[in-house]
């Protein structure tokens, strides 16, 4: 099939973005910067980790001894509530010096108390206890901002600046750029299908299984047909809805399950612990709309390329130009099919 | 002010996205990555370079004693010429599954002989002959091409695969994604203000000069009000020109001595060969208007943020929401304005 084999561009639908693939280029030598894969062993509690539990942190507050998941206020969170009563904005030349106040909140979401496990070496009830924090932090802030955002840096290449596992939450009154993409593409297919772009994406996918990685009753893994990232996956409902404060408890649960399917499978790909940042993308809130347009869905971006050490770079052409990937979606979507389940670390003793 | 304090967003004019300025989070501490510092001595040939002059490249070509800089074709290119005569859509499902062929040329641009140096450690007349080649490169495949990205990937953490000094060009039928944007903005920008985006932009900045770096009788330097990385800079011309083809003599002198300015004063933020990602964005040739809208530029995106190891990571919210930096335009400009325009290596000795 020539899509497979000669250079191509491929559309996001949900930006708008294109992305050159050039299948032809996976063969060239690697003569570049390779990472440190820092596999070293971690206690289970690290007396100087400002997230473990029973420890201080720099502002003076103590971590509770939490069982499952810890929230707290990130002490140098990007955003801080507005302390004046109404949003200015800063423009002083309306074309070409835009500028608007923002403010918001920032938190930081422990996944475990455990200092050295990551979310595929949890147990599922406590990889339940993660999505319903991600859900109860969700419907809590949706209440006071637009834009919710829910994401995780793991692995230092991704600028994690904590090995203990976590998340982030930054919660804001503006639309970001990405989900006003995407809220816009979205609404643009809906008025011309009568139909959310992300329920047909998932229906045409299960049909189809080339770029399907996992699914269950409730969500689809796939390796998305535009996927930029070499091993880029999108996690996606198959119900109606929106948002996290829709979740019942079978969907948390199939989400738990889909999440530890996923990280395992990335981690058996090079067996190290595969890094990436990962995030959710829910519906804008508070519009009074029941935004029907939209599929609640989360993006993994992993930056491995080659093996443990070797990423890839989205630099030069790919920041001046439009992302670029040698191997395609389906040759990565194949590569995660035939991965394990099991974790490397479990097979490997 | 408070626009300088607060957390606030300032709009990119020439792609539409934002970026979200965090200034107060500059002192955060910092646990996370550092990079690895290559500075190595380097030999000023090596004789495993398929760089340097006179070796043979793995396809079994010589490079030539070359003086000033040599171009060759990209051995590994993500572009390859379209052999079949049409250009073909791919799409099979024409909201979801979009793809197109395309086709193009990638190639390698040595800018010296000597493997040791960098474009700050060159004389004028050598950074001449560098523009002398991008602008000769840049005509001939615009008659070919209607995007012909020229561009530099410099340092390991830029995923420069080799130390020699080098730039590519990748030419395509296709407007990538950001000339797309850029196009359209500052078309609409033209449409409504009668002048180009870019030359309204520049006399600000150089009435205002609180963000300008360097400026010359034909150029601007400048860290634009929307900056993403920490000490991003935007290089643009204050002729009316549109693409590199219409360069005269002064025009390209007058570019050789911005170009060493401003990477030497990179260079001396932190003493250390300051990686970045480099590019040009010319008007799209070959549409038979005179393109008025458009004014070249290039923009260097450089990522450290602390030291020669720190660097900015764009990741996480950054991926899936929209930039964020610490460090404002301002600060930024201001520590290149101080930054000095000898370079370190000279002073040191
Ligand atoms: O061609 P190089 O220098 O080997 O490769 C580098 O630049 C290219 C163009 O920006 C990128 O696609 C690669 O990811 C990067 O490693
Ligand atoms: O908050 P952290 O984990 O220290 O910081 C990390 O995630 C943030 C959100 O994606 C980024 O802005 C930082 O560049 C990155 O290092």
């Known amino acids: 099939m020539a899509l497979l084999e000669s250079t191509h561009r491929r559309k996001n639908p949900l930006t708008g973005r294109w992305v050159l693939v050039s299948p032809h280029r996976n063969n060239r030598p690697w003569l570049g910067a390779t990472e440190a894969v820092n596999e ?8 100087s980790c400002p997230l473990c539990p029973g420890n201080t942190r720099a502002n003076g507050d103590s971590n509770p001894d939490y069982k499952y998941t810890h929230v707290f206020k990130n002490d140098f969170g990007a955003l801080t509530p507005n302390e004046s009563e109404q949003t200015q904005s800063l423009a002083s030349d309306s074309d070409l010096f835009i500028a608007d106040e923002a403010s918001g909140e920032c938190r930081v979401i422990c996944f475990s108390p455990e200092h050295n496990k990551t979310l595929p070496e949890l147990e599922h009830d406590a990889l339940h206890e993660v999505v319903k924090t991600w859900k109860d932090n969700y419907t809590e802030l949706a209440q006071h901002y637009e834009c919710v955002q829910v994401f995780e840096n793991k692995g ?5 600046s904590q090995p203990h596992p976590h998340g982030q939450v930054w919660a804001h009154s503006h639309l970001s750029t990405e989900i006003e993409a995407e809220d816009t593409q979205q609404l643009a297919y809906y008025k011309k299908h009568g139909s959310a772009m992300l329920a047909d994406y998932v229906q045409k996918e299960q049909a189809d299984k080339t ?7 409730h969500w689809l893994v796939v390796v998305p047909f535009w996927a930029a990232w070499p091993f880029e996956t999108l996690l996606v409902t198959k119900d109606n809805i929106q948002n996290f404060s829709q979740l019942n408890d079978a969907q948390t649960d199939a989400l738990a399950q889909a999440l530890k399917v996923l990280t395992t499978k990335y981690d058996n790909v090079f067996n190290c612990s595969f890094p ?5 993308h829910n519906a804008p809130a508070n519009r009074g709309s029941d935004e029907q347009h939209w599929r609640l869905h989360a993006h993994f971006y992993p930056p491995l390329l080659r093996s443990a050490t070797v990423k890839k770079h989205m630099v030069g052409y790919e920041m001046l130009g439009e992302s670029q990937r040698d191997l395609s979606a389906e040759t990565a979507a194949s590569i995660l099919q035939a991965a394990s389940t099991t974790h490397y670390k479990k097979t490997a003793g």
Chains 1, 2 share one sequence.
């Open 211 to 217: 770029r399907v990685v996992f699914e269950n009753e």
């Open 156 to 160: 230092e290449i991704m600028g994690c």
């Open 276 to 280: 990436y940042s990962m995030g959710w």
């Open 40 to 47: 070293s062993v971690l206690p289970k509690h690290d007396e």
